[in-house]
């Protein structure tokens, strides 16, 4: 069973797709009022249970454009909303198997101007690493993985490829890392992330 919640996105529109073709139980976060309800919900359906947060990084911008009020904004949207989704999901997933995928749109080429992107990218892998470590001494470890992407030129097939690899048994060896999907204009162009 998979937990989806966080940003309304064509992102999350995608993995809902993905999640659903395979076969997984998706409970929709956004339909239930509160994190303790979403995570009661999960823990009531059938393992193995999976948490995947899709974080939101829109209107982000060159350093001196970028206002106060909406750096703070962005904080919260792709660096606090996952920090609590990553509590949330430790708290509650203590079986075997269970995983957390964040995803979040700050895969970008080197023609990025978003000066908060650049800061969330690098914030965001290394809160999933330290996590991994953490979640990793468990007694029944739980597994944590970024998958990012480039929003600009979104990738729906090379995403819910990464997304369902992410979430599938064939990966229970992976914690700790991200995945960075090149854009489609990018993939075509023969540039890879």
Same mark, same amino acid.
């Given at each position: 069973?998979?937990?989806?919640?966080?940003?309304?996105?064509?992102?999350?529109?995608?993995?809902? !797709?993905?999640?659903?073709?395979?076969g997984w139980n998706v409970i929709d976060g956004a339909?239930? #009022? @509160?994190?303790?309800?979403?995570?009661? *919900?999960?823990?009531?359906a059938q393992a193995p249970h999976l948490v995947v947060?899709?974080?939101?990084?829109?209107n982000d911008g060159p350093l001196l454009e970028l206002? #106060? +009020?909406?750096?703070?904004?962005?904080?919260?949207?792709?660096?606090?909303?996952?920090?609590?989704?990553?509590?949330?999901?430790?708290?509650?997933?203590?079986?075997?198997?269970?995983?957390?995928?964040?995803?979040? #749109?700050?895969?970008?080429?080197? @023609?990025?101007?978003?000066? /908060?992107?650049?800061?969330?990218?690098?914030?965001?892998?290394?809160?999933? +690493?330290?996590? $991994?470590?953490? /979640?990793? *001494?468990?007694?029944? #470890?739980?597994?944590?993985?970024?998958?990012?992407?480039?929003?600009? !030129?979104?990738?729906?097939?090379?995403?819910?490829?990464?997304?369902?690899?992410?979430?599938?048994? $064939?990966?229970? /060896?992976?914690?700790?890392?991200?995945?960075?999907?090149?854009? $489609?204009?990018? $993939? !075509?162009?023969?540039?890879?992330?």
């Open positions: 069973t998979a937990l989806l919640f966080g940003a309304q996105s064509a992102a999350g529109a995608s993995a809902r !797709h993905a999640l659903v073709r395979e339909d239930l #009022p @509160d994190a303790a309800s979403r995570f009661d *919900a999960l823990i009531e947060f899709v974080a939101e990084l829109a206002e #106060p +009020a909406r750096l703070r904004d962005l904080e919260e949207q792709c660096l606090v909303a996952p920090w609590e989704a990553l509590r949330e999901s430790a708290r509650a997933l203590t079986g075997a198997a269970a995983a957390v995928l964040l995803v979040a #749109p700050v895969a970008a080429g080197a @023609d990025d101007t978003g000066v /908060f992107a650049a800061a969330a990218r690098r914030s965001l892998r290394v809160m999933v +690493a330290a996590a $991994a470590v953490e /979640f990793a *001494a468990r007694d029944a #470890p739980l597994r944590v993985n970024l998958l990012e992407y480039d929003a600009r !030129h979104f990738d729906n097939r090379a995403f819910e490829r990464a997304l369902l690899f992410l979430a599938s048994p $064939a990966s229970s /060896f992976v914690t700790g890392t991200h995945l960075a999907l090149p854009g $489609a204009a990018a $993939a !075509h162009a023969g540039r890879a992330s």
